[in-house]
């Protein structure tokens, strides 16, 4: 009777907490930044989304307010860094969500927990949103210099301010996105709550572009950066504390 029950005991297979160490955790970042990109590619189901609406968006805006890409006024410049910014957050919102939405409709965030520390897990989902909001930014910058025949001052600052401000947003959404995976309402709860965080750093972002867009010196935007880089590191310090209990609830 006693060996029968180590025998069952045996059988028992309790599974071994995910390895830690920073080598280990960078690589497992590493592959979840690779899978996601190899899913994305594959489905284009956010790239898609960002791209499609950051056209729209722009081609409307041009539509109604080119004319003001003619006037260099810091009305019509703050006017159309506001725009840039408003459609690079809108499109951010309709798309940043999915990251962890697949994995929770595919069924995957089981397998990821068991194979990857949240630490992993979170710089993974992080490289990934970045890769995704830099080539929106670039995307649409681009259309929103043709068509509202915008001429930088600085090309230099104008994508400091750019690259920026994309890894703000991304620093601030990407535990959002692993809030909102389970709720029933994900895209309407993922606005609400992710609106409050990026005020701030929209502001500096629409100021900073504004300057870009009327001086050539690059200096002229060293204040909006050094802010947006320390909201960068608080955000992303601060997500890094609480996506374990996040990840693990």
Same mark, same amino acid.
């Given at each position: 009777m006693?060996?029968?029950?180590?025998?069952e005991t045996?059988?028992?297979?309790i599974?071994?907490?995910?390895p830690s160490?920073?080598?280990v955790?960078?690589?497992a970042a *590493?592959a979840?930044?690779r =899978?996601?990109?190899a &899913?994305?590619l594959?489905?284009? !189901? @956010?790239?898609n989304?960002?791209l499609?609406?950051?056209i729209?968006?722009t081609t409307?805006?041009?539509?109604?307010?080119?004319?003001?890409?003619?006037?260099?006024?810091?009305?019509?410049?703050l006017?159309? /860094?506001a725009?840039? *910014?408003v459609?690079?957050?809108?499109a951010?919102?309709?798309?940043?969500?999915?990251?962890?939405? !697949?994995?929770e409709? +595919?069924r995957t965030?089981? @397998?990821?927990?068991?194979?990857a520390?949240?630490?992993?897990?979170?710089?993974? =989902?992080? &490289?990934?949103? #970045?890769?995704?909001? #830099?080539?929106?930014?670039?995307v649409?910058?681009?259309?929103?210099?043709?068509?509202l025949?915008? =001429?930088?001052g600085s090309?230099?600052?104008f /994508?400091?301010?750019l690259?920026?401000g994309g890894?703000a #947003?991304? /620093?601030?959404?990407?535990i959002?996105a692993?809030?909102?995976?389970?709720?029933?309402? =994900?895209?309407?709860?993922f606005?609400?709550?992710?609106f409050p965080?990026?005020?701030?750093p929209?502001?500096?972002?629409?100021?900073?572009?504004a300057?870009?867009l009327e001086n050539v +010196?690059?200096d002229?935007?060293?204040?909006?950066i050094?802010?947006?880089? @320390? !909201?960068?590191?608080?955000?992303?310090m601060a997500?890094?504390i609480?996506?374990?209990?996040v *990840?693990?609830?």
């Open positions: 006693h060996e029968s029950m180590e025998q045996s059988i028992i297979d599974p071994a907490p995910p160490g920073i080598g955790t960078l690589r *590493w979840i930044f =899978k996601d990109l &899913c994305e594959r489905t284009r !189901y @956010a790239i989304t960002l499609l609406f950051a729209s968006a409307a805006v041009s539509l109604g307010v080119g004319f003001l890409g003619l006037r260099r006024t810091e009305e019509a410049l006017i159309q /860094s725009l840039l *910014w459609a690079l957050l809108f951010a919102l309709n798309g940043l969500s999915r990251s962890f939405v !697949y994995e409709e +595919a965030l089981a @397998a990821l927990r068991l194979s520390s949240p630490t992993a897990v979170f710089l993974g =989902k992080f &490289c990934f949103n #970045l890769t995704l909001i #830099l080539v929106l930014a670039l649409t910058s681009l259309l929103f210099i043709v068509l025949r915008v =001429k930088v090309p230099l600052a /994508s400091a301010i690259a920026t890894l #947003l991304t /620093s601030a959404t990407t959002i692993a809030i909102i995976a389970r709720a029933s309402f =994900k895209g309407a709860l606005a609400v709550l992710a965080l990026l005020v701030a929209l502001i500096i972002a629409i100021q900073g572009t300057q870009s +010196a690059v002229v935007v060293f204040g909006p050094q802010f947006l880089l @320390a !909201y960068v590191v608080v955000t992303f997500s890094l609480l996506f374990p209990f *990840w693990e609830a």
